[in-house]
């Protein structure tokens, strides 16, 4: 039986490659995102559904359920923000806009998906997405980090309530080659100074990080709920330099 998911932010990054890795195992794809224009061509490449919207349109993960279908094996949620400032430059509307995107925006999609997720002919899986930045302390990461540490908080919480129907765990990448990232990336230097802080000596590629999303959506990871797991070089639990 094909399973069906919905992946918010699935027109670019870790999200269309989470799709891409989805596609080649034959599941049944509902993007969610703000471009129609990427949508409409990912999901063209993938023979997938669509919805388009920004997560601030409180409408939005209504919209997209009713439109992926009645019932959903798993729900990806790759939309995030990277705001890199520090403390003093912060504003209200810096930490509302983090925790908004990356959290709120979180909990409310699996709110709207979850009479469809426990529709699922097997246990659904959700995939949520932190970071290193929630478990590791990074200058200029206040805003981002604390918005991800509740990303940490809400995957515990959500697996505890919706278990044993649904399965709830939470990637946390380190730096990765997306488009999000493009205005570190577009640094060389700055790049490769920051892919020598990690053991493996590179920065995430959003395969990486896709074939995790993958196998935690899929029957193979049954057991596995309530886990933040890391891919992330190393980066959170490794130091090789002194």
């Known amino acids: 039986m094909t399973r069906k998911v919905v992946i918010y932010g699935g027109s670019g990054g870790i999200g269309s490659a989470t799709a891409r890795a989805l596609h080649t195992r034959h599941y049944d794809l509902h993007l969610v995102g703000r471009s129609e224009e990427r949508l409409a061509a990912v999901a063209g490449e993938l023979g997938a559904s669509y919805t388009v919207g920004d997560i601030h349109d409180g409408s939005l993960c209504s919209r997209a359920t009713k439109e992926a279908g009645e019932a959903l094996d798993g729900l990806v949620y790759a939309v995030g923000t990277i705001n890199l400032r520090s403390l003093q430059r912060l ?49 200029f990461h206040t805003s981002i980090g604390m918005a991800k540490g509740a990303v940490d908080g809400l995957t515990l919480s959500l697996a505890a309530e919706l278990a044993p129907k649904v399965r709830v765990n939470a990637i946390a990448p380190s730096l990765t080659r997306t488009p999000l990232a493009e205005s570190i990336m577009s640094n060389e230097q700055a790049a490769s100074s920051i892919a020598s802080m990690h053991a493996l000596q590179r920065l995430g590629a959003p395969d990486d990080i896709a074939a995790l999303a993958a196998f935690l959506l899929s029957p193979d990871a049954a057991w596995i709920t309530g886990q933040i797991i890391g891919v992330d070089g190393g980066r959170s639990t490794l130091r090789t330099k002194g």
């Open 91 to 139: 504003t209200e509307a810096d930490f509302l806009n983090d925790f908004r995107v990356n959290a709120m925006g979180a909990a409310l999609a699996v709110q709207a998906a979850l009479p469809a997720l426990k529709k699922s002919s097997g246990t659904a899986s959700v995939v949520l997405f932190s970071s290193v930045a929630a478990v590791q302390g990074f200058a």
